[in-house]
Nanobody, 124 residues
Framework: VQLQASGGGLVQAGGSLRLSCAAA????????ISWFRQAPGKERVFLAG????????IYADSVKGRFTISRDGLKSAVYLQMNNLKPEDTAVYYC??????????????????WGQGTVVTVSS
């Protein structure tokens, strides 16, 4: 499974970006898809995850209310809408595919497939 993350860029604080995670047709729909990020000098952390059907989503407290994860079955893509961005959101953002239980979405080791990362830079 090859995942392609895109949509990163430079934005001012308070701005918005939408990240996309795409794969071969029908592939994304077979997996739970989650977004993680890794800031310079820090560990990779979980941000949000969405179930295969899209009926369940989970968010890290740090992004709850600002980020929204969604999936488009027709386009075989998962999106991360990021609003009210802050300088501390600056990081490389990765999407990952796996089959974790809902309680384990945050566990990186469970995800077998990762996108290459897309860089988000938020200026103050």
């Amino acid at each position: 499974v090859q995942l392609q993350a895109s949509g990163g860029g430079l934005v001012q604080a308070g701005g918005s970006l939408r990240l996309s995670c795409a794969a071969a047709s029908r592939t994304v729909s077979d997996f739970v898809i989650s977004w993680f990020r890794q800031a310079p000098g820090k560990e990779r952390v979980f941000l949000a995850g969405i179930s295969r059907t899209g009926s369940s989503t989970i968010y890290a407290d740090s992004v709850k209310g600002r980020f929204t994860i969604s999936r488009d079955g027709l386009k075989s893509a998962v999106y991360l809408q990021m609003n009210n961005l802050k300088p501390e959101d600056t990081a490389v953002y990765y999407c990952a595919a796996g089959r974790p239980a809902l309680s384990a979405y945050h566990q990186m080791s469970i995800y077998h497939y990762w996108g290459q990362g897309t860089v988000v830079t938020v200026s103050s």
